[in-house]
């Protein structure tokens, strides 16, 4: 009986045993601060680049955003956005985020890698920066890049295999044509040295290099499009539909009006097309318009109980 009694234990506790390891080890796989292969999940997925501008107002500064860590997106609206991206990408790609300039300097290979007036942390970046951070991540690396203010609210259909894609329509016309330039929120280069992103990282680097102090530039990336359109007709495509960004029949463009706003409906000012995949949020136009101010100082939570058109895409986005 004894016998009996201490393998009728031992079967207990090597059962206990059993059932703890797979428990741990179910734990650090959906934990990505315990698991050890962490890094190396999805390493063959194509990558999405976000780029966070960390050159812009930092919100923890700000007097009711001082205990927000340093790990957390600048603007809370932006950790939404991010959200929704990772929601409905992340069986078929990986997030890879860039926080500035220093993070971007390390991917490349080093400050050296940077064009001449860029190699400093506290750089100011604007458009014609971003131009070239965009092409210059895409030419080494290719993948998906998306702004970190796109609000994502449907699943990415696969992507072409040997051209670069751009979507939607540049949104500094106020009515869009067939003839419209594309958008630059979001891009796809199916892979790395790309011929379209090899020149047009070298164009925009010399234009940087050789400015004279004080001199700005204005859609050197909607020349840069055209020119490589010219160039390499058979290996782009552009893409219309996935983008919100139009209302009406006469496509004019979505105002920061139309979205913070409370209206009770979605369909209020303008309709979401049912292939449509993200609306992109004019982060530099919300940034600077003081009327918004308050929109910037809202949490996660404060925009999620609104009833601004906003919150309920954020909604749809599953937040």
């Given at each position: 009986?004894?016998?009996?009694?201490?393998?009728?234990?031992?079967?207990?506790?090597?059962?206990?045993?059993?059932?703890?390891?797979?428990?741990?080890?179910?734990?650090?796989?959906?934990?990505?601060?315990?698991?050890?292969?962490?890094?190396?999940?999805?390493?063959?997925?194509?990558?999405?680049?976000?780029?966070?501008?960390?050159?812009?107002?930092?919100?923890?500064?700000?007097?009711?955003f001082m205990g927000r860590s340093s790990r957390v997106m600048n603007l809370p609206f932006l950790n939404m956005c991010y959200e929704t991206i990772v929601n409905h990408t992340k069986a078929n790609f990986r997030v890879e985020?860039?926080?500035?300039?220093?993070?971007?300097?390390?991917?490349?290979?080093?400050?050296?890698?940077?064009?001449?007036?860029?190699?400093?942390p506290d750089t100011f970046i604007r458009a014609p920066e971003l131009n070239w951070i965009r092409a210059a991540v895409l030419a080494k690396f290719g993948g998906l890049w998306?702004?970190?203010?796109?609000?994502?609210?449907?699943?990415?259909?696969?992507?072409?295999?040997?051209?670069?894609?751009?979507?939607?329509?540049?949104?500094?016309?106020?009515?869009?044509?067939?003839?419209?330039?594309?958008?630059?929120?979001?891009?796809?280069?199916?892979?790395?040295?790309?011929?379209?992103?090899?020149?047009?990282?070298?164009?925009a680097r010399?234009?940087?290099?050789?400015?004279?102090?004080?001199?700005?530039?204005?859609?050197?990336?909607?020349?840069?499009?055209?020119?490589?359109?010219?160039?390499?007709p058979d290996k782009i495509q552009v893409i219309r539909l996935p983008e919100i960004s139009r209302k009406g029949a006469n496509r004019r463009r979505i105002e920061l009006e139309d979205l913070i706003t409370t209206t009770g409906s979605t369909h209020a000012s303008f309709d979401i097309p049912k292939d449509a995949l993200y609306l992109p949020i004019p982060l530099e136009e919300l940034m600077q318009r003081e009327k918004f101010g308050w929109f910037l100082r809202m949490s996660e939570d404060q925009i999620m109980s609104s009833d601004m058109v906003i919150s309920h895409l954020f909604r749809k986005g599953n937040v």
């Open positions: 009986m004894k016998s009996i009694g201490a393998l009728t234990v031992g079967v207990v506790v090597l059962t206990a045993m059993l059932v703890g390891w797979a428990t741990v080890t179910s734990y650090r796989e959906n934990d990505m601060f315990q698991d050890k292969d962490n890094f190396k999940r999805g390493s063959k997925l194509p990558v999405i680049w976000i780029y966070l501008n960390n050159s812009d107002v930092n919100s923890r500064s700000w007097y009711d985020v860039i926080g500035g300039l220093s993070d971007l300097a390390e991917r490349l290979g080093g400050w050296d890698a940077l064009p001449e007036p860029m190699r400093n998306i702004s970190p203010s796109t609000l994502w609210i449907r699943k990415l259909k696969p992507l072409p295999t040997n051209k670069v894609v751009f979507f939607g329509m540049n949104t500094e016309e106020t009515y869009g044509t067939k003839s419209s330039p594309p958008a630059f929120d979001v891009i796809w280069s199916p892979k790395p040295e790309h011929d379209v992103w090899v020149e047009w990282e070298q164009v010399e234009r940087l290099n050789f400015r004279t102090g004080g001199s700005e530039f204005r859609n050197d990336e909607i020349a840069d499009f055209e020119n490589a359109l010219k160039k390499f």
